[in-house]
């Protein structure tokens, strides 16, 4: 599949050949692990951290440090096995296990992608109704236009959607870093110590996990650097290794920064008085009181 126009192609032949090796031509290979970083920052993470943050305050904190630590593991090495094989997850996978078990992983990774789908779909629908007070309907119709209209620009190669996404993932880091400035913030509360307060605790670290280490982001990434540019020997085939390994991490600790800020986020603001707090919709109505509607906009953009 012609992911890039010939034109960035062309332009990131010169960097891996030496000719080009500025700031501008290096940034030609940002963008899969962006793309990646999104299932990151889904409704499944803001639940999950808004229900930690709101019931155990920071205490969980460690939790969403360490998961995101473990998806920049999994994610580096999704890139590499796309640059080193020129194939993805899905067709490694089925050249070199049975056909009962790629039946089996083509099942569970098909009903993963729609759950997880449909997740983030709903939550778009509802940030626009909470955000401009529509109908869910509506905001399920203009979700669904706006995931469309991203699509198309995929006409003109993908770069211009990575672009876009990309724009879309500053939005979201600016929005959570006007959170933090306007949600008090107890930096002296041991904030990264590793425990588990009780059973429950333990469930959604679980959870916190389970929405930070997904499998569609893993098989997502293998085919987005399967064919991404030109390689011609080894040494440029390490070139892009290094600069994969430097956007997985760069991307992946916007993300990690954005789901901490979350938890943080409710610690403030719901910990002491509102800790049954659980879901993006009573957070909004509640942070709206305490905060202000500035800061219960920033939780749902």
């Not at 299932?39 to 499944?44: K, L, Q, R």
């Not at 639940?47 to 019931?55: D, K, L």
């Not at 090495?77 to 049975?98: P, Q, W, Y």
């Not at 109505?285 to 305490?290: A, D, E, G, Q, V």
Request: aromatic share 8%; net charge neutral.
């Amino acid at each position: 599949m012609q992911t890039l126009s010939d034109k960035t192609r062309a332009r990131m032949s010169d960097v891996l050949s030496g000719k080009n090796l500025g700031l501008r031509g290096k940034l030609l290979f940002a963008g899969p692990a962006i793309i990646a970083s999104v299932a990151y920052m889904d409704p499944g993470n803001c639940a999950t951290n808004i229900q930690a943050g709101a019931g155990y305050g920071y205490k969980l904190l460690w939790v969403v440090l360490l998961a995101n630590l473990i998806a920049m593991l999994f994610q580096a090495l999704s890139a590499r096995l796309g640059i080193v094989t020129g194939k993805n997850l899905a067709e490694l996978s089925r050249d070199n296990f049975s056909r009962p078990v790629v039946l089996i992983m083509w099942v569970i990774s098909e009903i993963a992608a729609m759950a997880t789908d449909l997740a983030e779909f709903l939550g778009g629908a509802i940030g626009l109704s909470l955000l401009f007070g529509l109908p869910l309907f509506v905001g399920m119709v203009i979700t669904a236009i706006v995931t469309y209209a991203i699509l198309i620009f995929e006409r003109s190669g993908f770069r211009p959607m990575e672009i876009v996404i990309g724009a879309m993932v500053g939005v979201i880091g600016l929005c959570y870093l006007a959170e933090m400035l306007i949600a008090p913030v107890d930096w002296a509360a041991g904030i990264l110590t590793p425990l588990m307060p009780d059973t429950p605790a333990l469930f959604i670290a679980v959870g916190i996990i389970g929405a930070t280490v997904m499998p569609h982001a893993i098989y997502l990434h293998s085919g987005l650097m399967q064919s991404r540019s030109d390689i011609r020997n080894d040494s440029e085939r390490a070139r892009v290794l290094r600069f994969s390994n430097i956007e997985v991490v760069m991307a992946l600790a916007v993300a990690g920064m954005v789901n901490m800020a979350m938890v943080i986020m409710a610690a403030s603001a719901f910990h002491q008085g509102y800790s049954e707090v659980a879901e993006i919709e009573t957070a909004y109505y509640t942070l709206t009181p305490l905060l202000g509607a500035a800061a219960a906009a920033f939780l749902t953009s």
